[in-house]
Every structure is written in C-alpha cells, then in structure tokens.
C-alpha cells in the first residue's frame, strides 16, 4: 500500500480533481499479470468478461519521448504509440488541467482567456469530451517548444481531448495520422506534414481530408525515410534512448485504485497518524479496528467518524505519544475482493486466513456473478489472490477457476405514445395505457431492477403458485448466461408442468408400488430403458457440466411425454413394470434440484422412506442409453438401391420421409411417379415407380 499524497482520484471521480490525501493500492503493478493470466483463465471464463478486463486494463505499447522547450530550457515528455510519426508531429496538445498549462499562459500574458477555456472544459464530462465525435476544441497556451528530430517550432495547446490521468497528460500532435489531430489542425490552421506512405498510394497534405491511421513507408523521415512503420517504431525508439531524450513505455489506462473513502460505515483503515512516527500500523494484537456507535449524523459535515475525537485519539503504537487514527475507511470493493476466502475458514479470530486451509481449497472451482463485475470485482479479486500468492498466502495463480456470469431478469415493456414505456401493471387489460388511455405497443425489454421498480416479488408468485414453479420457471427460461424475460405465461407454462408430473405420479402410484423383482428383456421394457437412461445422460451433462438447465428441463419434459404414453398393460406388467418404476424414481431424482417441494412429495407417494434430498445423484448405463439402431434397406422395382442407419425410436413417417430425401433414391425417382412405397417395419422400404 502506497501513501500517496499528490495522486488524483480517477474512476470514481470523473470531472473535478480534488487533492487529497487518499489510499492508493498498487494495482498498476500488476497490470501485466492480469492481462497475461488470461492465457490461464481462456477454458474457464466467458470471452466477453475477458474481452472487458483486456479494455479495462488497456495496454499500450509505444515510446515517451522529450520535446525540449523553446525558452527556459526544461522539457515535455509525450506518451505515443506512433512514435514512427514524429517526423509529422507538428504541434502539442496538453490536457487543460496539467498545471504547465496556466503557467506558459502566466508567462505569455494570455491568462484570462487560457483560464476560461480550462474552466468550461472542466465542466464537460470526460467520457464525453474524449469521444471520437465530441467536437474538439482547444486554445493556444502561449507556450512552445521543439520537435526534437526536425527543430521547426511546435506550439503547445489545450485541448479538450487530451485526459490528464493518461500517459503523460500531454500530445505530440500528428494531424496527418490521427483524426483527432487532423480535425484539431483543420479548425486551428495548423500545419498537416505526411510522414507515412500507405502501400500504393501517395497522399499529399493539401487535399487530404482525413488522417491517415494505418501502417505504411516512412518518408521525409530523415535517417528512416523508406522504412516500414512497424520498424521505424523499434529503430526510432531504440534512436531516442540512446540520445537519452526518450524510451520505450508500455502504458495502461488502469490506475491504482484509490480505496479511500470519506464514509462512517466503511471498513476501518487500520493505521494511525502520528507527528513523530509517521503512519504506524495498528498492531495485529489490537485488530480488529471497531468502528464508534452512535455518532450523530449529519448531511452538511462530510466523513462523522472524523468528528469522533474519542476514537480518533489513540496514543501512538510506536512510541506512545499522542496520535490520531485515520479517519477514511475502504471502499466496499476492498473487503469484497477476498470475502469468499473466509468460507474456507470462517471461525478463525486470529488471522484473516490459514495458508494451510488455503492449499486445500483454492482455487474456487466454480464462481458465479453477473456481468456487472466484470471489471472491478473480478479484477480486483484477482489482483487481491496474486498479492496474497506473493506474500505465500495462497495456491496458484488465479482465484477462480471457472466463471459462469449469469443473465439478467428483464422484464418486457410496453410503449406508450404518450409516455413512454410502462410497465405491464400501467396498462389494462385492453392493452391501453392506465394513465391517458391511449393504446400501446411492444416496447423494449428493461432489465428488473429496484430502482425501475419493474421488480416481481418472488413472493407474490410464491404465493400464487408456490416455490417449484418459481425456480421451474427461471431456471426453465433460458441458459443462465443469457437475459431472461419475464413472462406470465412461462410462469404459467412452469405450474402446468409441475401439475402434469404430479398427476402422472399419482395416477401411476400404484402400479409403481406393486412392481417388484426384475425387469424382463421385452422391446417394451428396452425401450422404457432407453428412455430413462438417455434422459438421465443429457440431464446430468446439461447440469453438472454446463448448468444448462433449460435444456436439461426440457429433456425431462419430454420423458414425461413419453411416460404418459405408456400403456396401461405395460404399467402393469411383471417384466415392464420394474423398469417404469425405476423410470418413475429417475425421474423424481432428476426433478428434486428444479422443484425439491413436490419431488419430496411424489417420492414419499411411491413408498420411498428416506428424503429425496438426501439421495445422490442417480448414475446412468451408458449401454442401455446407447441408441439402438437399425438397418433399413431400400429397394426400387425389387432392386436393392440404398440402405439407411436409423434410431430404433424413429417412426415410419420419418423412416419414408428420410427415405424419400436419400440421394441415391432421388437419382432413381427423380422425376417419375411414385405408385406403391411399401414400409417392413425395422427391415425394408421398397418402392416401385
Ligand atoms: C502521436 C500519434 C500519432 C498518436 C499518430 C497516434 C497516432 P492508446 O492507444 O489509447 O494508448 N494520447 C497520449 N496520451 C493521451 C492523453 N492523455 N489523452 C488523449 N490522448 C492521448 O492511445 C495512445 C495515443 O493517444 C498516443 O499516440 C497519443 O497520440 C494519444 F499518428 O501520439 B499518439
Ligand atoms: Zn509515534
């Protein structure tokens, strides 16, 4: 942890920089680590939550180089990617806030108007004012100074796109080869130099009317002319380290991550401030720091806990004078990136974590968390996991070895011409909204969220349908990674599905507990067989392996479309009979996860003694789920013209319709009149045209 009194805050903050003295964590350096992890993290994680952290972090590789100054001496180191285009550069743009900014004014006597400037653009928003569309716009400081391989004059500017949190704060300005630059010259009249050549082309400054950005051939570049970019980029760099005037620089947008907060409720930042010591730590005998109660709170007087003189006085750890503990407390972010690890060793009161514990249980196999934290918590996690790793507290690289990032639940809406979208309680039952009674169309789907108020009370559907059909329905919805919209019908869909198992069950209850004894080897019972282990094999791989529930509902809704097909003499029947029962077992064990109420239930209902929630998960035979297939051969006027593997399952409708789209068939009845197609069940299709 770095005490860092001269950092400006950055995420949080976005448009005025307070000075303040805050807590930094050096995150920054391990900023390479966490964009090289992803090597580690590619089977596991989603792409898209890769693809956020890569942004996030923001790597850039290029060169800072030094533009001396023209009076004065002194220098302004520039951060660049392009350093193969510095032949172009042809003047300097400086973020209004770099404190050079108002001193060349000072010096140039244009502080008036250089200040207002700086003024309303701290007024813009910064994601908005570095837009590629914003309007860029900037004031000539008064300042300027040289470019270090041409000598010709290069005047400094403010200029609204320029942040200052970001390489140095400060531009080498290239117009013919950045568009941002090409604009800013165009409106301020100055000079566009051309310093790369696209293959096949030739620009000239004069009539281009935008930046060239890409790869090309050097010219007018002095020793480099004729090089390519890419190795103009290496030979000049290694050109300016070895005149001392620049170097090669890996830049991110990732900042340390200021963790202090001016809040009562935080986590206390354990140190204490002392005139003679310095910051002292407090020692671990006295963690952990137990925040005041009772303070009064008050709106207009910033942090409470500063005005708590009582706890904020404390005689120095060190050399026990009078000191003061520190007042800021973390951000939510800090605690929330190694919470998980207190599961491995919740009791433990004599340290945040066991080592020991930690090699046994870390990595976390399985981590599910919305998209939402795919850049700050995921990242911070991580970064928390490889600083505790350094200091030989935890296994391996990385904290999570898999990631599922769930959808959201979105709620449709509908729109009003009048107002705007409403929610479906806005409008009535002749799709008309409640306020102007205006009709209104499908609107867009929003997600639910407390603040929308577009929320559905789990309770409410609770206690209209019950708990199975709330979970049936969301888990039944769509795969987890994916939105969900809520739907009234699929809820509905969920309670007739639960409805239809339950009268199976207890229509079949009997039958279940008269059959005892072995299963025969009838079709009829290979068949229940196939079923029951197919589905069992698609639903344990859908949810142990993939959490795709909805597909794996669905496999289990079809079995019990085939179980309520099933005829009553098979029900019945010796040899069949045990093999439905075991059906009907399987079924309720695959069911209990999705609706564990009316499983238990059903499972009581067929004799079964002990919970169902305590069973394991059922094992299925790979041999009996195998399908069983078939061979069917093809005949043409009694010739033997084709043959087909098909399933055992497949009906004779498909058997003719597979039949009839074969190749080898179409070449012998293309064109011509079918007259007779005759189906031997399992064995033969014979056609005569
Ligand atoms: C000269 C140049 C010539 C540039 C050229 C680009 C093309 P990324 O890729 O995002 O790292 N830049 C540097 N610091 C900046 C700041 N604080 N605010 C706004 N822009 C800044 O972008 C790096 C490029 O963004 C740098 O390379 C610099 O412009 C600009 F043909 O330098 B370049
Ligand atoms: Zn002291």
Request: hydrophobic residues 35%; proline residues 6%.
């Amino acid at each position: 942890m770095n005490r860092d009194g001269t950092c400006f805050i950055h995420d949080q903050v976005p448009v005025t920089q307070r000075e303040l003295d805050q807590w930094f964590l050096g995150i920054t350096k391990y900023a390479e680590e966490l964009l090289s992890g992803h090597e580690e993290l590619r089977e596991g994680w989603p792409d898209n939550i890769l693809e956020m952290q890569r942004n996030w972090i923001g790597r850039s590789e290029g060169a800072e180089i030094d533009f001396p100054l023209e009076d004065g001496g002194g220098k302004i180191t520039v951060f660049t990617t392009r350093p193969d285009t510095v032949y172009g550069a042809t003047f300097m743009s400086m973020a209004p806030e770099h404190p050079l900014v108002m001193e060349f004014a000072r010096r140039a006597g244009r502080e008036a108007e250089v200040r207002a400037f700086v003024q309303r653009v701290a007024q813009q928003d910064k994601i908005v004012r570095s837009s590629e569309e914003a309007e860029k716009e900037g004031i000539f400081t008064g300042g300027s100074c040289r470019n270090p391989v041409t000598g010709s004059r290069i005047p400094i500017y403010a200029a609204n796109f320029v942040l200052v949190e970001y390489g140095t704060g400060a531009v080498m300005a290239v117009p013919a080869h950045d568009q941002r630059d090409f604009e800013f010259a165009k409106k301020y009249g100055l000079p566009v130099v051309v310093a790369i050549q696209p293959d096949g082309e030739t620009l000239t400054s004069g009539t281009m009317d935008s930046a060239y950005e890409g790869p090309g051939r050097m010219v007018d570049s002095g020793p480099f002319t004729g090089l390519h970019s890419e190795e103009g980029k290496r030979r000049i760099t290694a050109y300016f380290e070895e005149k001392g005037i620049g170097k090669g620089k890996v830049q991110y947008r990732l900042r340390d991550w200021g963790v202090s907060r001016q809040r009562y409720w935080g986590c206390p930042i354990p140190v204490i401030h002392c005139q003679a010591c310095g910051v002292v730590p407090v020692p671990a005998r006295d963690l952990p720091v137990v925040l005041p109660e009772n303070l009064p709170y008050t709106r207009e007087k910033g942090n409470p806990l500063a005005g708590a003189e009582e706890w904020v006085r404390v005689p120095c750890p060190a050399c026990g004078g009078a000191a003061r503990r520190e007042t800021d407390t973390f951000d939510t972010f800090f605690e929330s990136s190694w919470y998980f690890l207190r599961y491995i060793d919740p009791k433990n009161d004599r340290e945040p974590l066991d080592p020991e514990k930690m090699r046994n249980w870390m990595p976390v196999d399985q981590y599910i968390g919305g998209v939402e934290h795919a850049c700050m918590h995921l990242i911070y996690a991580r970064f928390f996991h490889k600083y505790l790793r350094d200091r030989g507290l935890a296994p391996g690289n990385e904290p999570f070895r898999r990631l599922l990032s769930q959808g959201m639940v979105c709620m449709q809406t509908m729109e009003c011409p009048k107002h705007g979208w409403r929610y479906p309680e806005e409008v009535d039952p002749e799709s008309r909204c409640r306020q102007c009674g205006e009709e209104v169309t499908v609107g867009r789907s929003m997600k639910m969220s407390k603040s929308k108020r577009n929320v559905v009370e789990p309770s409410v559907l609770i206690e209209r349908y019950g708990a199975d059909t709330a979970r049936l329905f969301s888990l039944f919805a769509s795969p987890p990674e994916k939105d969900l919209d809520w739907s009234e019908q699929g809820v509905e869909g969920a309670f007739r599905f639960i409805g239809r198992v339950f009268r199976l069950v207890a229509q079949r209850k009997e039958a279940v507990l008269r059959a005892g004894g072995p299963w025969d080897d009838s079709p009829g019972t290979r068949r229940v067989r196939r079923v029951t282990h197919r589905t069992l094999k698609k639903v344990t791989g859908d949810v142990a392996e993939r959490f795709h529930f909805n597909t794996a509902l669905a496999a289990i809704m079809e079995m019990v479309n085939f179980l309520y097909l099933v005829e009553d003499a098979d029900w019945e029947s010796p040899g069949t009979g045990p093999a439905l029962r075991e059906a009907i077992e399987i079924l309720l064990l695959m069911l209990s996860p999705f609706a564990p109420h009316v499983s238990e239930e059903l499972w009581e209902g067929i004799g079964r003694k002990e919970l169902v929630m305590t069973q394991s998960w059922p094992r299925f035979d790979e041999d009996v789920a195998r399908a069983e297939e078939i061979l069917v051969v093809v005949q043409i006027n009694g010739k033997l013209r084709s043959r087909i593997i098909v399933d055992a399952e497949t009906t004779e409708e498909e058997i003719r319709s597979r039949v009839m789209a074969d190749p080898r068939v179409l070449e012998y009845t293309e064109g011509k009149a079918i007259r007779k197609m005759v189906y031997v069940p399992k064995k033969l299709v014979s056609i005569v045209v």
